[in-house]
């Protein structure tokens, strides 16, 4: 969620995001987070950041924040793939770390 300034209001942040506000606190299915204060017209972005386990990056330049996606300790720690070595379509062995510096977009499906 882009927003303009640390504060968002709480009805466009439950519509993007689909937490509402609740007297036990901030909802989304199941799961109830205690707020520390009650939910008003405008929330502050850190807040729900660290109670939501939102990660929260800022990017000085054009002045905007972006609220990403809850993820309750489920996040990666780091943006570092394992050391991958798989057969290509021609059965020549591919190692994931030779494309060490770029940027890698791996497709995997199953018929299952």
């Known amino acids: 969620m882009i927003v303009e300034g640390v504060r968002v209001n709480r009805d466009a942040f439950t519509r993007r995001t689909g937490w509402t506000f609740k007297p036990e606190g901030a909802c989304k299915?199941?799961?109830?987070?205690?707020?520390?204060?009650?939910?008003?017209?405008?929330?502050?972005?850190?807040?729900?950041?660290?109670?939501?386990?939102?990660?929260?990056?800022?990017?000085?330049?054009?002045?905007?924040?972006?609220?990403?996606?809850?993820?309750?300790?489920?996040?990666?720690?780091?943006?570092?793939?394992?050391?991958?070595r798989l057969s290509?379509?021609?059965?020549q062995q591919f190692e994931l770390g030779s494309l060490l510096g770029h940027k890698v977009l791996l497709l995997a499906w199953a018929s299952w």
């Open 29 to 84: 299915g199941d799961v109830c987070v205690p707020l520390s204060q009650p939910a008003a017209d405008w929330m502050d972005v850190h807040l729900l950041s660290e109670l939501l386990s939102m990660p929260l990056l800022h990017d000085e330049a054009a002045d905007v924040w972006c609220l990403g996606p809850e993820s309750f300790g489920r996040a990666l720690s780091a943006a570092e793939a394992p050391d991958l």
């Open 88 to 91: 290509d379509w021609g059965g």
